[in-house]
């Protein structure tokens, strides 16, 4: 069965600092996908970034980069240069291409203080 | 362009009463999900249906039931809530070539349900 752990639940920097959000993942399959979605406090949820696991591929998409290690079954998000509006509860999410299902982890707590 | 619409977006609900809500989308997909949301729980789904007329189990499907009697909705039933039923309510879709579809999902709003 799938599954994905978000260690940190809750994590507060200071405006300006790297943040880095980890997610750890289990899977029996070989192909999978892994998402990443943001929830500001409006409530809403926020598609951020979808790698298959094939691609290994570090992305950078402005101040948000995100680090696939297959060998630690890893997809980390790092935050560069944090601001105010980065806060919110970010999950990570992992669908096999056998299965129907999204799966989420737990969500981490992001607070950015001014 | 709407995408995912929830309704309603609020209400309470004594122990025992039942309701119903509603999930509609205009994107033509064929999957679509309900997962609610509790503190610390992440999001845990209930039931999803890979298209009109069918329907599955998640993970808590326990006092929900469902129906897709049409392909763009997707109807989350309680028919005798409870306090643990407390809790913010997401529907979602999902499209693309692919059996099962490998996208993202395209989220609603929420619902937030308060059951005394």
């Known amino acids: 069965a799938q599954k994905v752990t978000q260690a940190q639940t809750e994590i507060s920097v200071v405006e300006k600092e790297d943040v880095t959000l980890d997610c750890v993942y289990e899977t029996r399959d070989t192909t999978y996908y892994l998402f990443w979605y943001k929830q500001p406090p409006s409530g809403e949820l926020v598609f951020l970034i979808r790698?298959?696991?094939?691609?290994?591929q570090n992305e950078i998409s402005g101040r948000y980069s995100w680090n696939f290690q297959k060998s630690t079954s890893s997809f980390n998000f790092t935050i560069t240069a944090s601001q105010v509006v980065d806060s919110a509860v970010y999950f990570c999410?992992?669908?096999?291409?056998?299965?129907?299902?999204?799966?989420f982890g737990e969500g981490t707590q992001l607070t950015v203080n001014p | 362009n709407a995408g995912v619409t929830q309704t309603p977006k609020f209400r309470v609900l004594k122990t025992g009463q039942s309701m119903t809500l509603l999930c509609a989308q205009d994107?033509?997909?064929?999957?679509m999900y309900w997962y609610r949301q509790d503190p610390g729980m992440g999001l845990r789904l209930i039931h999803y249906s890979v298209g009109e007329g069918t329907t599955a189990k998640g993970e808590v499907p326990d006092g929900y039931n469902v129906s897709r009697l049409k392909k763009q909705n997707f109807l989350l039933g309680l028919e005798s809530a409870a306090p643990s039923q407390t809790s913010v309510y997401f529907c979602?879709?999902?499209?693309?070539?692919?059996?099962?579809?490998?996208?993202?999902?395209?989220f609603g709003e929420g619902s937030r349900l308060t059951v005394l």
């Open positions: 994107m033509n997909h064929e999957y």
């Open positions: 999410a992992l669908t096999e291409t056998s299965g129907s299902r999204l799966t």
């Open positions: 790698r298959n696991s094939f691609d290994e």
């Open positions: 979602a879709s999902r499209g693309g070539s692919t059996r099962p579809p490998t996208g993202e999902l395209f």
